[in-house]
């Protein structure tokens, strides 16, 4: 069993990239086939073994809270209908997990609403998901930077290669290879860390992503850190105060849900996927995109 039991989801952003569909429905809230996207980073999380999840959330965030309570008016309206699979379904984001909730009232940044975690999370390391990166289930990520955090120690951070004319649009690290054993070419040594660099002051190609497993030191970092890129608390400036930072550099699967186009892909794929729809919608796919392209 991981010694790591705790996970932090920020998810006090406005989504105003998804305006108007946000004004009144958390961007979190948003499907992904037919689960919103906030379901698919808990799972993440108790796959990887972390239970306790606490959410950082806003104003007009009450969805959330909603999604993962129970709903016992509908569960006796599908009990009464004998519909045991709609009934499960409905269950399952209530069961999955214990979900605690805390407010950031001053969108301030990431850095910021991690801080908001410190009581909760007190002295031990815990992980990060930003609510914006799917991970496939098949690829898991998650995992394997817990394995390395608790091996090597500090704080991890997941890596992955972008082109560069879209580094400006991540924080970027600067790296070295790890002492590590032969065969985990994956883990790199994170010498620093730049938000949002141009192109032209980028130090690698190497993008964060929204995966991260931290020591509970960043706190104090945090404290210490002023207002950064955007005028926020940026959390890759505090993470830059710490002696150890680790990276796994990830190869498989994401989907950034937080950009209109990405968001339509990911739908695409996971439906295409799907033993229930995948059959059916690939056959449609395959006949409009001949019709369009034809």
Not at 5 to 12: N, T
Request: with cysteine; net charge negative.
């Amino acid at each position: 069993m991981s010694a790591i039991s705790k996970a932090v989801v920020p998810a006090a952003g406005l989504g105003t990239r998804f305006l108007p569909a946000t004004k009144a429905t958390p961007k979190e809230m948003l499907p992904v086939v037919d689960k919103p996207a906030i379901q698919y980073v808990v799972e993440e999380a108790v796959a990887a073994g972390l239970s306790d999840v606490l959410m950082i959330t806003g104003r007009n965030k009450r969805a959330l809270e909603d999604h993962f309570d129970r709903n016992h008016e509908l569960e006796s309206a599908l009990a009464r209908k004998g519909d045991a699979e709609r009934l499960a379904k409905v269950r399952e984001s209530s069961d999955l997990a214990t979900v605690h909730y805390v407010r950031q009232g001053d969108p301030r940044g990431l850095g910021h609403a991690v801080l908001c975690a410190a009581p909760h999370v007190g002295d031990e390391p815990f992980a990060v998901l930003l609510g914006d990166d799917l991970i496939d289930a098949r690829d898991p990520l998650l995992a394997r930077m817990v394995e390395v955090q608790e091996r090597l120690g500090g704080s991890v951070v997941a890596l992955m290669e972008v082109a560069p004319e879209q580094i400006h649009l991540y924080g970027c690290a600067a790296v070295e290879p790890a002492v590590e054993p032969a065969g985990e070419s994956d883990v790199v040594r994170v010498t620093g860390l730049v938000e949002k660099p141009e192109r032209s002051a980028a130090p690698s190609n190497l993008a964060v992503i929204g995966r991260y497993v931290l020591d509970p030191a960043v706190f104090e970092a945090l404290r210490r850190t002023g207002p950064g890129r955007g005028g926020e608390i940026q959390l890759t400036d505090a993470l830059n105060r710490l002696d150890t930072v680790h990276g796994v550099v990830f190869k498989g699967r994401r989907y950034d849900t937080g950009d209109r186009a990405d968001y339509l892909r990911a739908i695409v794929r996971l439906a295409s996927e799907r033993a229930d729809l995948g059959p059916d919608f690939r056959a449609w796919l395959r006949g409009f995109v001949a019709e369009e392209c034809g």
